[in-house]
């Protein structure tokens, strides 16, 4: 079976890059569809929108739009029940992992019918409501090679059957800041999955920066998987056997990566010739080939791209560095920042709404993210210098740089001051605290 990969000519709102080539972990979205067909022995075909079908007639084919990213894992079970019979379509049940990146995709979320109710794994997130009641359609098809159209992929969601396809997951319940409205539902948790089978359709930044937040615990369970002795051996040595204890204590760190012995490691993927300086910590993260964490920095939940570099004393987490940025923020949380970016010490990235979720701009509309906690887009190129705020959900286009407002900058320090005389900023220069009340 051939897999053919064929673009929308979509892009990803916010960034302007066509959704392949978004980041996730150390590769492109692209990068990482073409990995997972490849996994799994299937040649993986790239097409342009309107362009010439490299096969034809009956041959099966397996078609994903190359904005859609899938992991190695719910490719190969969508394969293995899908090689027979029809056409079809993935479906899977609305579970933590599927509903964490669901906002502002454009699926299809529909009622379980009968049969998939009858199919059902006994008391399967039986906790999550929505999981046994709905499920969600991706834009990922098996089908002959002739109802395949190029310059349109809308005849397939009427032509194959859903094929409802069960995946595994651990669930864990994260609290969030006790606010007057933590998230629209009011509740003072979120769940948050470990798995290695998702789907998104990535349209949007915040799509990339939410699959990204999934990165660590999808690369580690196929660490797991592809490591089955060395993770027997830290479940003994653990005397855990469960699965969350497992990831935390798992890592997989290159033999070429340089990571201080003061620095402590835990459930993360560390790359080639990454560095990790004295005392920083990184949980639950990707560092990838080449990216330097300063000393005493802290890096929770997050993915830093090649060749990036966060500064000593940074505290990051829930955030995607694109390749090549520089990251010198005391404190960056769910913030997504560019190729090349750089964002400074002091720049503030509002990153909580007290009242509702944050919206954002997608189709020149302002749409809501089902998130009260979300901070901005930093674009590639773009550089936030110290004392800027920006509020939730902004984008901060390519190329741009903001700088602080110069009335706030001291320019002019005059040379007649008396010691021990407290001096004020005002417009530019100093004046003696007690001449401004």
């Known amino acids: 079976m051939k897999a053919l990969i064929i673009s929308r000519g979509r892009k990803v709102e916010g960034l302007g890059d066509a959704s392949e080539d978004a980041l996730f972990a150390h590769l492109t979205l692209g990068q990482s569809v073409d990995a997972a067909c490849m996994a799994l022995g299937m040649e993986s075909i790239r097409i342009a929108a309107g362009g010439a079908m490299p096969v034809t007639g009956d041959e099966r084919v397996l078609v994903i739009p190359a904005d859609v990213f899938i992991t190695s894992t719910l490719l190969e079970a969508f394969v293995t029940a899908g090689q027979v019979g029809g056409s079809v379509r993935l479906a899977v049940r609305r579970t933590a992992s599927v509903d964490f990146a669901l906002p ?3 699926v299809e979320v529909v009622p379980l019918s009968n049969e998939d109710k009858a199919r059902m794994p006994q008391g399967a997130l039986a906790a999550q409501e929505r999981a046994a009641t709905e499920k969600v359609l991706l834009d990922v098809f098996i089908c002959r090679a002739s109802e395949v159209s190029t310059a349109d992929l809308t005849t397939l969601r009427t032509a194959c059957a859903p094929l409802l396809v069960e995946k595994r997951e651990l669930v864990s319940q994260v609290r969030l800041p006790l606010l007057p409205m933590n998230a629209v539902n009011g509740s003072p948790t979120m769940l948050f999955p470990f798995t290695s089978s998702v789907c998104v359709a990535v349209r949007h930044w915040v799509h990339v920066l939410w699959l990204n937040q999934l990165a660590p615990g999808i690369l580690l369970n196929l660490v797991m998987r592809q490591q089955k002795l060395k993770t027997l051996f830290k479940a003994i040595s653990g005397l855990s056997f469960k699965r969350e204890d497992l990831l935390q204590r798992v890592a997989s760190i ?3 990566a340089r990571v201080h012995p003061s620095a402590h490691v835990e459930g993360s993927v ?11 910590s990184v949980r639950q993260s990707v560092v990838a080939e080449g990216a330097e964490i300063g000393e005493h920095a ?6 830093v791209g090649r060749n990036s570099y966060v500064t000593p004393k940074t505290f990051m987490v829930w955030c995607a560095i694109y390749p090549d940025a520089v990251v010198g923020n005391f404190k960056l949380q769910v913030s997504l920042v560019g190729r090349g970016a750089h964002v400074n010490v002091w720049a503030g990235m509002i990153d909580a709404k007290f009242q509702g979720s944050v919206r954002v701009e997608l ?18 190129g773009a550089q936030v210098a110290a004392k800027v705020l920006i509020h939730p959900g902004r984008v901060v286009p390519n190329g741009t740089i903001i700088v602080m407002r110069p009335d706030e900058v001291i320019s002019e320090i005059p040379s007649t001051m008396t010691p021990g005389v407290p001096m004020v900023r005002d417009g530019g220069t100093l004046k003696p605290l007690a001449s401004m009340k």
Do not use: W, Y
């Open 104 to 106: 502002l995709q454009d």
């Open 254 to 256: 290159h033999p070429t």
């Open 270 to 280: 560390i790359g080639p010739n990454a560095v990790v300086g004295a005392r920083a």
């Open 298 to 303: 802290t890096i929770l939940s997050s993915t």
């Open 363 to 380: 189709d020149g509309k302002l749409q809501s993210t089902e998130r009260s906690f979300l901070g901005s887009c930093i674009g590639h």
